[in-house]
């Protein structure tokens, strides 16, 4: 099946900072989500995009489909910020995870 | 927007029991669910694919006979832990794509945390 990796596993920031997180895959995909999960579970939806570049407040997302990987830009991070953030693609008509990014922002 | 509905949200029962989690899509039919499991600082992982009006597909290892899965409705998907033991705990999340065009996000339900004594 696909491979989806994510980079890096565990993150660490200063309030104020920027971040970018990749995922890379390992072949054709028909979409790709990111996701924050909070402390609770809960998966938010940050963006639905399987290709091009979105921009949602402080985050904004870029997937280069032809390439095979995506990247989740974090600006000027809060502490509300932490938590996993995981990116999920669609092929073959399944979803896979990748493994996760744990982000940690320090006030 | 479209909302996923998954209850309940944690659960604790006794080991040899069984345990039901419903998914359901509250404003939109959903022909395909997909239930996931997660481990403690893990990903999730896809279980199974539910599919209204037969039987369900599971990835390899899961066993079929232990997770059972229903899909009665166009809205509702069940999961069934059955003789459920500690190694089963875990969270168990639920999602459906909301198909207004040929690709579209999927919709998380909010995940139930089983939890097997």
């Known amino acids: 099946g696909i491979q989806v990796e994510q980079s890096p596993p565990d993150l660490i920031l200063q309030e104020g900072a920027n971040s970018t997180l990749r995922c890379n895959f390992s072949d054709s995909v028909n979409n790709l989500q990111w996701f924050h999960q909070n402390p609770w579970g809960q998966l938010i939806n940050l963006f639905y995009i399987p290709s091009g570049t979105k921009q949602n407040g402080r985050l904004s997302a870029t997937t280069v489909a032809t390439e095979r990987y995506s990247l989740l830009y974090i600006s000027s991070s809060q502490t509300t910020d932490s938590g996993v953030y995981f990116c999920a693609v669609e092929n073959a008509g399944k979803s896979t995870f990748g493994d996760g990014t744990t982000l940690t922002v320090k006030p | 927007g479209a909302v996923v509905s998954q209850h309940p949200s944690w659960v604790i029962c006794k080991s040899g029991t069984s345990v039901k989690i419903e998914c359901r899509s509250l404003d939109f039919q959903a022909t395909t669910m997909f239930w996931y499991r997660q481990f403690p600082k893990q990903s999730l992982m896809l279980m199974a694919t539910?599919?209204?009006?037969?039987?369900?597909?599971?990835e390899q290892g899961v066993e079929k006979d232990k997770f059972l899965i229903n899909h009665a409705s166009l809205t509702l998907s069940t999961l069934t832990v059955t003789s459920a033991h500690p190694e089963d705990s875990s969270f168990y999340i639920c999602s459906a794509p909301f198909r207004q065009a040929h690709n579209s996000p999927l919709h998380f339900g909010n995940g139930t945390r089983l939890t097997v004594t």
């Open positions: 539910s599919n209204e009006g037969s039987k369900a597909t599971y």
